[in-house]
């Protein structure tokens, strides 16, 4: 038994010591899941007041437009190393302009074509889920206001909450339920679940109470999907093609996954620009279909488009009557009534004095956007090949060119505030759109923000750099309401929320034009006292790994004799197994995700992942020996004050060490 205990920490110690190097090369590459929801966005770009242009009296002239677009791709495409693009413009329920840049194809030369060439549109795919789903309200066949749980058989919403989650709450992402990131695609359509299934093992829970924020999920679209198969008892794919596709003559466009052979032959290739160069990614087969599968042309989807302009109707086909089409692009929800909210499925935009409605989609290789002018009876569809934020440029360039701002509004009076009263807003901020219930909530710390106080009663976001590409977004908030805050850089405005004890709980809109909200985050969840936790715990245990594990092996191998063997040697060896145990779970966490990629979760937890979550398993109750072992040494005073002292800091580390693993959901296998 002796010597296998030997050989088992020689192989841990060869583990450590050849995980040791690659630490600081993980730290400059720190890896990142993929984005498969529309939340990849570019800070609201900070600009001086339109002024308005003479040649510019609205959208009238097609060539115009094209010699305008054309200015701006050929500008951003470049810059941005994007391969391939597509844009389609409607107006006055008709297609005003289409036209593709660059490569479907890289490698192969092959040019985008708007009426051939097939775009993954990401989260756009829930539009069509949501009007699906307004399709069988009118019906009658679906309550938005009935409890989610009265349409599932076989199983049930997480709720802890008394409040139930409301069928609408799914289209305005109030649900309350958290992100997930882990297994929501397969390697092949073969490895797909249906939905049923996926959501009966992987549908996260109520985390929030329904109806208080928004909270962005792919899983609550993917529910509304499963209500949409369930209530209609058609699949849900099949169900969109026979009601939406097919009404609408989009004949290029599909949710099949992969396209039919007769489409797949025309679908872009997803890219990343790693190392210099353009590198295709692999084809993501999701499980979560009804919110990312879809895809389509450019011109397909003009339709798309020109149905909700057309309050539901597309030539002679009418998916949607009137008037549900207005309830989907009303205003359900807002955070505050000067801030942007959400209707059903379709999210507000608010800039250059008009309301827009419309989504966001990006995956891996793809990110596309779809917006409405509604009052304007305009559409804007762009996709690329590859995660960008051209759209949100050309959309922002677009309207000072068309619908520049004439006149400024009036201005709201500024409201003085104390530094005592700026203090209760500052703090550090959190993105709500987190995993919170699996391993993965070590992406949280790139969903931070920090707000300060400055000294001419006003208050400054910032973002910590090294969380974003190129220049970290900082904006300059003047207080106008005791809840508002307007951005000096442009007229946008920041809203905060309360807690039940009137305590600022919740910054909402601090940096994006779309609808979000951020939470205030204790002291002690920072990512400086995170680090700070982490940093003594490996320095803790790799002394304690190295004086009463690996010195003592090596004395033992050269032949040398224990110190003091028969009083140290059951003690140090338990805490230099902790220690070793918990080095390597430390280390060869991040390295083996580095080295696998950590994108790869979308197909699951790999399996030398999964053996190392076993390693804090093991160290949670040799903790509590470890303990006693402490008392004992301290009341028998068998070793010198040095060595206790050293014992006991070990146990200290080994002690925090626990609630650290738990707050960071790995202890145990959740995922």
């Excluded at 942007?340 to 419309?358: A, V």
């Amino acid at each position: 038994m002796v010597r296998i205990t030997r050989l088992i920490s020689w192989v841990i110690i060869g583990i450590i010591l050849v995980s040791l190097p690659n630490v600081s090369s993980w730290a400059r590459n720190v890896p990142q899941l993929p984005p498969t929801t529309p939340q990849q966005q570019q800070p609201t770009q900070l600009k001086q007041p339109v002024v308005p242009s003479a040649t510019a009296r609205g959208l009238n002239d097609p060539q115009e437009l094209e010699a305008f677009t054309d200015s701006i791709f050929n500008e951003e495409m470049p810059k941005s190393h994007i391969p391939g693009a597509v844009i389609s413009v409607v107006k006055d329920g008709k297609l005003f302009f289409a036209k593709g840049y660059g490569y479907a194809n890289a490698e192969k030369k092959i040019p985008v074509v708007a009426d051939q060439t097939l775009f993954r549109v990401a989260s756009l795919s829930k539009l069509f889920t949501a009007t699906a789903a307004m399709q069988l309200y009118e019906q009658g066949r679906l309550d938005l206001g009935a409890d989610v749980n009265q349409y599932l058989t076989t199983f049930q919403l997480q709720n802890p909450y008394p409040e139930s989650v409301r069928v609408a709450q799914l289209m305005t992402h109030t649900d309350g339920t958290t992100k997930r990131r882990i297994g929501l695609a397969a390697r092949t359509a073969a490895q797909m679940q249906p939905l049923g299934k996926y959501l009966a093992n992987y549908m996260p829970p109520v985390v929030r109470q329904p109806g208080r924020v928004y909270d962005y999920s792919s899983h609550s679209t993917t529910l509304l999907g499963y209500l949409v198969e369930r209530v209609s008892g058609i699949p849900f794919t099949q169900y969109i093609t026979d009601n939406i596709l097919q009404p609408l003559k989009m004949r290029q466009s599909t949710f099949l996954q992969p396209p039919p052979p007769d489409l797949a032959e025309n679908l872009a290739v997803g890219y990343q620009y790693r190392n210099g160069k353009l590198q295709a990614v692999p084809y993501l087969y999701f499980n979560i279909a009804p919110a990312a599968a879809m895809s389509a042309t450019a011109t397909d989807m003009a339709h798309f488009m020109i149905a909700h302009l057309m309050n539901g109707r597309y030539e002679n086909s009418q998916i949607l009557k009137a008037e549900t089409v207005q309830l989907m692009h009303q205003q359900h929800f807002t955070h505050h009534p000067k801030l942007p909210g959400t209707g059903y499925g379709f999210r507000e935009r608010l800039e250059n004095n008009m309301r827009m409605t419309g989504h966001l989609g990006s995956l891996r290789g793809y990110s596309s956007s779809l917006t409405l002018m509604r009052d304007r009876n305009i559409g804007i569809f762009i996709a690329t090949n590859s995660i960008n934020g051209v759209h949100g440029k050309f959309l922002s360039r677009f309207l000072d060119h068309y619908f520049p701002v004439t006149q400024q509004p009036e201005p709201l009076p500024s409201l003085k505030l104390s530094q005592k009263q700026l203090n209760h807003f500052t703090g550090t901020y959190r993105d709500l759109e987190y995993p919170r219930h699996t391993f993965v909530k070590l992406t949280a710390p790139f969903e931070h923000m920090n707000i300060f106080k400055n000294d001419d009663g006003t208050l400054q976001i910032r973002t910590p750099s090294f969380f974003f590409r190129g220049d970290a977004p900082s904006f300059r908030l003047l207080p106008v309401e005791p809840l508002l805050f307007k951005r000096t850089e442009d007229d946008a405005f920041t809203a905060f929320g309360e807690d039940s004890n009137g305590q600022i709980a919740f910054a909402f809109n601090p940096l994006w034009p779309k609808i979000g909200a951020y939470e205030r985050i204790p002291w002690y969840e920072t990512i400086g006292v995170q680090l700070a936790i982490a940093g003594f715990c490996v320095f803790v245990f790799f002394s304690a790994s190295l004086m009463w594990l690996v010195r003592p092996l090596i004395d033992f191998l050269k032949g040398k004799p224990f110190l003091d063997r028969q009083k140290f040697n059951p003690a140090w060896m338990i805490a230099g197994l902790i220690s070793t145990l918990n080095l390597v779970f430390l280390i060869g966490l991040p390295l083996s995700l580095w080295l696998i990629g950590a994108w790869k979760l979308v197909y699951g937890v790999p399996a030398v992942v999964v053996a190392l979550f076993c390693l804090p398993l093991v160290t949670t109750p040799l903790t509590i020996v470890l303990a006693l072992l402490t008392v004992l040494a301290w009341r028998n005073k068998n070793w010198s004050l040095g060595v206790r002292s050293h014992y006991s800091l070990v146990t200290f580390a080994a002690s925090i060490f626990i609630p650290f693993v738990m707050y960071w959901n790995l202890l145990g296998f959740q995922f």
